[in-house]
């Protein structure tokens, strides 16, 4: 069996327990009693128009008209046993070049979680279908529609424990199967089957201490490896709204065929969050952690990121920078770089009516791109700047009007060369 008849046989297998969990729920479950029982179902329905002079994101522009429709509902069922969640939006894109195909982006979150032994067992059933961006260091999603993303479709089963083994402590015991698949192929699909346990103990009113262990199975397209990871941290709340946290641990990777990282590797997030006055906070943290992304096997991401927030009596500030280096595991190579600076300034104009402007700029650095008499030719800087006015018609629909601009230069990376200018006009309603 070679390799993609592998990796559809263990999507095949998920379904399946997919299926049987959630008929063992409901069978356990069996119907909800009306006594009790909180749903909700809220339709929803968002219009926009959008003049765009740069649809493809390239230095040779594509400009035209962007209609997007985009209903959408909202399901809530809610019992003292069984909670099921749900949100989905269908999102289509006519575009007036009539050489440019139309485009439809499914959004979903749906969960249900079932207490089958009240307290004790649970089960959590989850499905995350989103277009994401295809690379870790630059969010695509914040210039486009579509340019430079995937969709992805991500299954998660979890039976777990949670076990209350004084007063004090908290005791989790769970199992997860996780299958992670892209559309057309676009990224490393994969199948996640994980086993983990942690505990937490409230050593007093203000400090925690959590430990646990998580032992990870990953079968993928590029190539399987099994992890192991160790950790443990406290966090403290000095006073309130305000706290200093931490956690370190040591993991462990065995690639199936290379010999990257079978040595144990260090991981961590720490960070303080700290409340000035009642109307200013700071945060900062650092964290190395490992993550899948849709072009790697995994990705050591290690990052730095400042945070100054204010609410004001009609008005919001949010200012943040952040420092980011990106590692492939399986390779043991460095392949990205970025320092970004994003901030954004809501003002409520009038009761019905508020102001946003937003702006980033963001270096990104292609490491695998040649450094050549002082011009880094894998660097691209991309600075872009928003202005939108959001006004309530009545108190579920809202019209608004956006103009967003974004300007990517780089010396080397020639497609990475564009302007963009997007004219919006979006009416929403909830029902």
Known sequence: MDKKELMNAWRRNVRHACLCTTMVVLFLC?????????????????????????????????GGLITYISPGISL????????????YFFGYYYYGKQEMQDDIAHTLHARALARVIKNIFFVELRDDYVRVSQLLAVDYSRQSGFVNQVDQNTVTVNPFLQLKTSATSTT????????????DGAGV?????????????????????????????????LEDYNQFEVFAGPSYAYKPDSRIYGLAGETRFDFARSEAIRSWTPFWIAGINHRLFSTIGVSFESRRFFVQDPEHAVTSEDI??????GAFQRSTLSISGSIADFTDVQTNNEYAASTLVLGSYLHKVTSLTNGILSASFQEVEDKGRVYFDGVRFGMTRIFTAG????????????????????DSWSAGILRNNYVNNRSMITFRKVF
């Open 189 to 221: 699909n994969r199948v996640d089957l994980v086993a983990y346990g942690d505990a937490s103990i409230d050593l007093s009113s203000r400090l925690t201490f959590t430990t646990g262990v998580r032992y990870t199975r990953d079968q993928n397209s």
């Open 30 to 62: 069996g119907f909800p009693p009306a006594q009790g029982m909180d749903f909700t179902l809220k339709p929803s329905l968002e219009v926009r128009e959008e003049y765009n002079d740069n649809i493809y994101l390239e230095p040779n522009k594509t």
């Open 172 to 183: 989790r015991i769970g199992y997860l199967l996780q299958d992670t698949h892209y559309k």
């Open 304 to 309: 730095m990121t400042a945070t100054i927030t």
């Open 76 to 87: 809530g069922y809610n019992t003292s046993f069984l909670d099921l969640n749900a949100d």
């Open 387 to 406: 202005l939108r006015i959001d006004y309530k018609v009545t108190p579920k629909a809202t019209l608004s009007g956006e103009y967003a601009y974004a």
